[in-house]
């Protein structure tokens, strides 16, 4: 059985990653998965903590079954404004999108 | 066996998790992008959870990675293809390894290494038995929020005057 700091570690490469490309796309799809990336390393997080802690290892699966509802939702409603921006604008750069709050 | 498992799913992680986001083709980083939530569902495995690995192969695997391929399609353009700003990309990097280095070496510098899993690991009873009389109220709201957030997606989605 692996150690709890090596599953960490995965966790903290794979938040980096999503870090990196919310920070560095534009493309709105993209930041859509880097947030899917990010929300997954969280969601290992809440399981690997479940494992390893002695007491109680029900509850941090529990809050990962229902972390992983509620990311369905945000994705759910996420492509549907990246459709909506699209229909619209033709173009789903982020950048572009800014002239949207004048 | 074990062991190797762990190696292979980390390489697999990593790997699909930077090649969805720098893949040329979108629908190709889509696609990677569902690979990596798979390899997720491999850790959940190796961790005696395989309650929530099912619900991430039907959930992620099965509904949201089918989603994204399909709104990638729908939304295709050749105008994707020109590259990220250097500037941007630039600072991306900076940030992701500075948050990186930082949990990382935060982490280093406690005694989680020396932590090793022990007890039994939870049984499906367990699980339904805490999520129906511990948050039985919050399953109900997360079921509402689900259908809202369906509803909102399909009102959005619509096309006006196409009724």
Redesign the interface.
Known sequence: ??????????S????????????????A??L???V??LA?AG??NL??F???L??T???G??F???G??????????G??????A??IRE??DVLEMRELKE | MPELAFVALTVLAVTTAIFALESKEVVYGAISLAIMLLSMAGFFILLDAPFVAMFQVIVYVGAVAVLIIFTVMLVREEKWLKVESGMLQRIGVIGGLAVGVAFGLLMLNTTLGSVIASGEAASYAQIGIVMINDYGAALEVLALLLAASLIGALMLARVDGEE
Not at chain 1, 79 to 84: D, G, R, S
């Open positions: 059985m692996e150690s709890l700091l090596q599953y960490l570690m995965i903290v490469a794979l938040f980096a990653i999503g870090v990196y490309g919310l920070v560095s796309k534009r493309n799809i993209r859509l998965f880097s899917e990336i997954n969601v290992l399981v690997v479940s494992r390893f002695p007491a290892n029900v509850i699966q529990v990962a079954l229902f992983i509802a509620l990311l369905a939702a945000e994705a759910a409603v492509l549907a404004l990246i459709l909506v699209y229909r173009d789903i």
